[in-house]
């Protein structure tokens, strides 16, 4: 349902970009979104945007990270700018599929190594 690709090793300092395709039953009213976890912490949000392109960041990442989608293949992607050491985790994409009758449902990725060294 849904595949992400990017991630990887990178020095403080770096970009990296994820990019996440999203398969099957796509509601017209969705959040695709970022998230990230570390051990022994709970998954956190870095970033999400609805269908109607309102955006979300967390608050350690903005001005830093951007997240775009097109909505014709639904993918989305995360621009991660500045790295830093702090921001090693691993990412997890997201979908939560809206249908009209209000029911949402939820999907995760499998999830992508991001490492920043010092």
């Known amino acids: 349902q849904l595949q992400a690709s990017g991630g990887g090793l990178v020095q403080a300092g770096g970009s990296l970009r994820l990019s996440c395709a999203a398969s099957?039953?796509?509601?017209?009213?969705?959040?695709m979104g970022w998230y990230r976890q570390t051990p022994g912490k709970q998954r956190e949000l870095v970033a999400s945007?609805?269908?109607?392109?309102?955006?979300n960041y967390g608050d350690s990442v903005k001005g830093r990270f951007t997240i775009s989608r097109d909505n014709a293949k639904n993918t989305v992607l995360l621009q991660m700018n500045s790295l830093k050491p702090e921001d090693t985790a691993v990412y997890y994409c997201r979908l939560d599929n809206f249908h009209y009758s209000g029911a949402l449902t939820t999907y995760w990725g499998e999830g992508t190594q991001v490492t920043v060294s010092s």
């Open positions: 945007i609805t269908s109607g392109l309102m955006t």
């Open positions: 099957g039953s796509i509601f017209s009213s969705n959040v």
